[in-house]
């Protein structure tokens, strides 16, 4: 086969570069691991920056966004005995929205129908060619176990941590940083309607808990936890108990709904970026070049500015103006390390590492971010998003 643009993933960044690639004419073909019904099912981001949603609507995917998500102003910080709302909009100007990953899944997946996206799921053996010539290809074996080879003038590597895009760069070339955390999140959803109007970020002496949602009659909930954790050691009625004492504690007149907890899971926390995005005809996009804890809701948010930035620059370079292409390692990580900053800001302000010391500086910042404007308007910059391509 030959495409235009050979994608390796099809989660949300491949899918809406692959949408963005066919607005302006550009042909492609997605390429992925896991199934489709796999891949729609991954219960994983919550939260949609400002500026995700803009663009969401102005290429036509925001219909069933604006019926179905919930707008939100701000959020909650807190600790024991303190409770505090910082309304973004009041600050910035710029609100979130509580639209899952797995909706904006199901929203492409419809887009990438009904446009005949050529999309190949369950696929194995995956490897990138060629990538220093202007004709790269990648080779895997198809769901029948026959081998194939897609050629394409540029590949685009959405395949996340563990796919192969991120290892095809040189070791000579590439560069990484990373932070591994010294706790987890263990992460709830339960059947219950939320207990709260916005998000709750509580730090508490037995540790940071998130009062999350999905939806009028789902929420998500997160507990730290240390790393070597098991889901065995949390039964439901610890879960609840301690939920309620990290998000309660020395809150008057609130009180934690409970219900039938559905899934549950650990996540380890981990900061990672590799640059350049770029080597060759290969281009990196989403967690195949970065991951962020999930303290700042940044993850979804970054690789959707990533292909916005990647989708016009493709679509310059294939008609021979290369000058955004070469940009785009650049510019996508002058965004990367902007956000890499505020989530490792927002993780070491809530999480607790048992030092007294360390305990004192993080009630100071919580409590100069929630008493002064400036402190206020500056996680709501970030949080609710910086303008793509800044």
Sequence with gaps: MRTQVAIVGAGPSGLLLSHLLAADGVESVVLETR????????IRAGILEQSSV???RSVGLGDRLDREADPHRGIYLQWPGERHHLD???????????????????DLGAAARARGQQVVYEIGDTALHDLDTDRPSV??????????????????????????SRAAVPEA????????YDYSWLGVLADVAPSTDELIYAWHPDGFALHSMRSSTVSRFYLQVPNDTAIEEWPDDRIWDGLATRLGHGVDGWSLATGAITEKSVLPMRSFVQQPMRHGRLFLAGDA????????????????????????AL???LKGDHGLADAYSDTALRRVWRCTHFSWWMTTMLHTSGDPFDQ??????????TSSEAGAAGLAENYAGLAIGS
């Design 35 to 42: 199934s489709e019904e796999y891949v729609a099912g991954r």
């Design 54 to 56: 803009d663009l969401l």
């Design 88 to 106: 973004f909009v009041d600050l910035v100007g710029r609100q979130v929205f509580v639209y899952g990953q797995t909706e904006v899944q199901k």
């Design 139 to 164: 080779t895997y074996t198809d769901a029948a176990g026959r081998s194939q080879r897609l050629e394409a003038d540029v590949v685009v590597g959405c395949d996340g941590s563990f796919g192969p």
């Design 173 to 180: 070339v590439r560069r990484t940083w990373e932070r591994t």
């Design 289 to 312: 070049a970065h991951i962020v804890p999930p303290t700042g809701a940044k993850g979804l948010n970054l690789a959707v500015a990533d292909v916005a930035l990647l989708a016009p």
């Design 315 to 317: 679509v310059a370079m």
């Design 360 to 369: 004192q500086l993080q009630l100071s910042q919580l409590r100069w971010v």
